[in-house]
């Protein structure tokens, strides 16, 4: 018996030497996969280039010899808004995020000092393009994103691997009806200043360009939006913006041209649309499919800025996106 025993304790000893050995392995797995998504949250640098007297702050990660992703942010956000997608996609494609003049961490010169208009930023853009020696890109455009975007993509139709649009119009349909009394204050700029301003850039239409129409306004952060009030209520922002809200109008304008390039050069292109964005409709999603009928469009439940709610969805999306196009 005493033998059985002395046996049975051996077994027992083995089994637990086993399992302790078992649970260091899944501790080390563990650990090993924490330290490799640290190293590439890590992969994401902190950066500033100085263009004609002006300092554009912009994120960059992985390889520069592998494909670029340039992210083009909306208002009034900055490169920020990407962060999940940069430290997500950087470990196999070179990702590049910059703030706009007036936003972020860009430098932010007087209304009275800079020309704060769409054509304006763009030339800042194409700068900043060529003195990264970007020759091909993907373009991931969000809200202003969308018309900073077409316009680079006018200038270098050859530089243009693919186009991913969020939320980011080109066509009238696009428009919801919020967009009548702005193009009031576009018809007469000194008589709706003050009530634009007022509304345009308060606490409560910051909130909701987040939360939008969302039955589950519970998984938007409200970190996102309190940051972005706190921006717009820095000195001088206020009037950076409304010049280059009030240029606006030139976007619409040129939409019939884009509608054009779209339908001539047939780039590839991922549509992802939040529905519950109050200023842009889910019409407007579908009108690029119109202009290039290949194009692959995903209506998610989220709003306007759609990686608030649907994150992790929007990440699947890109990558197998990139991934069947061969990109």
Known sequence: MKKKNRTLKKILLAALLIVSSMNTIFAQSEAKTLIEKNNTISNILYKTIEIDGQSIFYREGGQNNKQTILFLHGFPSSSRMWQPLLENLSADYHVIAPDYIGFGHSSQPDATNFNY????????????????????????????????????????????????????????????????????????????????????????????????????????????????????????????????????????KLYPQWQQWLKKNQPKMLIIWGKYDPSFAVEGAWKYKEDVPNAEVHILEAGHFALDEAENEIKLLIRNFLKKNQL
Do not use: C
Not at 168 to 174: F, I, T, W, Y
């Open 117 to 252: 208009t769409f054509d304006n930023l763009t030339e800042y853009i194409d700068k900043f393009i060529s003195r990264l020696s970007l020759e091909k890109i993907i373009l991931v455009q969000q809200d202003y994103g969308g018309p900073i975007g077409m316009r680079i993509a006018e200038k270098h139709p050859e530089k243009i691997q693919a186009i991913i649009i969020q939320n980011a119009v080109s066509h009238k349909e696009g428009l919801s009806p919020l967009w009548e009394s702005r193009k009031a204050f576009w018809a007469d700029r000194e008589k709706y200043y003050d009530a634009v301003k007022n509304v345009f850039l308060s606490f409560e239409t910051t909130k909701q360009r987040h939360i939008g129409s969302s039955p589950t306004p519970e998984k938007i952060n409200p970190d996102t939006y309190t940051d972005e009030y706190l921006f717009l209520s820095k000195q001088g922002i206020a009037e950076i913006q409304m010049n280059l809200f009030y240029d606006y109008q030139s976007n619409i």
